[in-house]
Nanobody
């Protein structure tokens, strides 16, 4: 069964930090994992991604503050968020690109439900 589960969101004061986790199950040969956020009144924005070989990329708005990393043994991708501002508020979701047992030759993207991050004093 394919499952993508995010966790680690919450309420944090400006300047604070959070670490989000994205755990994938039932997905193989993961080619890319992306973190997106959907903030109130804004379009969904890709904030960071990490490729299969480990290359990373960040949106300009988070570069230098957010760090994406991976623990392959735990099939988990982390998003470390520092120096948070109210503009970082939103629902953060993970999209994992890989194959499944049912379709081993087709790489598809699978979304999680997201985790809410609220930055407020």
């Amino acid at each position: 069964q394919v499952q993508v589960v995010e966790s680690g969101g919450g309420l944090v004061q400006p300047g604070g930090s959070l670490r989000l986790s994205c755990v994938a199950s039932g997905i193989f040969h993961i080619a890319l994992t992306e973190w997106y956020r959907h903030s109130p009144g804004k379009q969904r924005e890709r904030v960071a991604d990490i490729s299969g070989p480990g290359a990373t990329d960040y949106a300009a708005s988070v570069k230098g503050r957010f760090t994406i990393s991976r623990d392959s043994a735990r099939r988990t991708v982390y998003l470390e968020m520092n120096n948070l501002t109210p503009d970082d508020t939103g629902n953060y979701s993970c999209k994992v690109w890989g194959t499944t047992e049912e379709t081993p030759k087709l790489t598809r993207g699978f979304w999680g439900q997201g985790t809410q991050v609220t930055v407020s004093s």
